[in-house]
């Protein structure tokens, strides 16, 4: 392949590219507006409350569950850490502590 067929970029790739970038501003606009617009109370708020707890759970679970036992300990540490410190304490104690295990434990 050369050089310049390797930069060129068929006209409906772009468009493709393009319009999923629109689709994707629009969301996150459209998100953004109906949020500043709302004034959540209630179950509504404590329900948007609980999302970015959710989806960091749905992230670092699997991959807890899938590594080994350096992780899951570390991840454990994480979660009693998480009760009493403030979130990036729990963070910084939680990236320390895989580090730490995973040079003490041997690899399974």
Request: charged share 10%; proline share 7%; hydrophobic share 60%.
């Amino acid at each position: 392949m050369t050089a310049e067929g390797f930069w060129s970029l068929d006209p409906m790739n772009l468009a493709a590219i393009l319009g999923m970038a629109l689709v994707t501003l629009a969301t996150r606009w459209a998100g953004y507006v109906a949020v500043a617009r709302l004034n959540p109370t209630g179950r509504f708020k404590a329900a948007l409350e609980s999302v970015p707890p959710a989806v960091l759970t749905s992230l670092v679970a699997p991959m807890t569950l899938a590594t080994g036992p350096a992780e899951s300990i570390a991840a454990a540490i994480t979660v009693l850490a998480a009760w009493r410190l403030p979130t990036l304490a729990a963070v910084i104690l939680g990236v320390g502590s895989v580090v730490l295990l995973r040079a003490v434990m041997p690899m399974a």
